[in-house]
Every structure is written in C-alpha cells, then in structure tokens.
C-alpha cells in the first residue's frame, strides 16, 4: 500500500510561484502514474495535471497550460508541482493521487481513475 505525504503551499502574491511536492512511502512512483488535482472553496474538485509512470508524458488543464509543471524526482521519490504566474484562482486545496499504470505512457485526468491520495495542501494567492 502506497501512501502519498504532500508538502509546500502556503501563501503567496499573484504572479509568485510555488512548489509542491508529494512524496511516496511503500512503493516507488515507477509504478505508478499520478495526478494532481484542486478544490476551491465551494467548488468540485478538477484536475490539474498528470504525469505517467515513465514520468515523461504529461497533461495538464488549459487553465495551467504553460505556467504549471509536474516533475519526478526518482531518487526522492517525489513527484513535484511547480507553479508560476500564479493568480487568485488558483486558490485551492492541492491534492496529488496515483494509480497503478499497466502502460508507463498512459496518464489519466479523472479523480475516479485514481486509487491513493495525498492529503491536500492549501495554496493561496493574494491579489
């Protein structure tokens, strides 16, 4: 059983950046292809961006298209969430995820795809 451990977030100024990361216990992200998703206040949690298991395909919503990156850090076992330019909507609880990926190109961009989630970490940016 993997579990995900999230750190980084805080508060930071529009067009700031910050970085998140998301650290696996028990199993290595080699196996795994991950997600990150947001819920604002009041709103359905939406994805953000997804990396696959070979952690060189990447998606990423139109909303952080060229402003976010996720990244794969194989000898921390971390997977990272670099965010720039960043706005008030980006105001969000933050939440990385994985599964298990049979195909190390594949990535997913649905919640339900994913099996384990990290524990959320709040972003917020001031305008």
């Known amino acids: 059983q993997v579990q995900l451990v999230q750190s980084g977030g805080g508060l930071v100024q529009a067009g700031g950046s910050l970085t998140l990361s998301c650290t696996a216990s028990?199993?290595?992200?080699?196996?795994?292809?991950v997600g990150w998703f947001r819920q604002a206040p009041g709103k359905k949690r939406d994805f953000v961006a997804a990396l696959s298991r070979s952690g060189v395909t990447t998606n990423y919503a139109d909303s952080v298209r060229g402003r976010f990156t996720v990244s794969r850090d194989v000898e921390k076992n971390t997977v990272s969430l670099h965010m720039n330019s960043l706005n008030p909507e980006d105001t969000a609880v933050y939440y990385c995820a994985v599964r298990i990926a049979y195909y190390s190109s594949s990535y997913y961009s649905r919640q339900e795809d994913y099996q384990h989630w990290g524990q959320g970490t709040q972003v917020t940016v001031s305008s």
């Open positions: 028990g199993r290595t992200f080699s196996s795994y292809a």
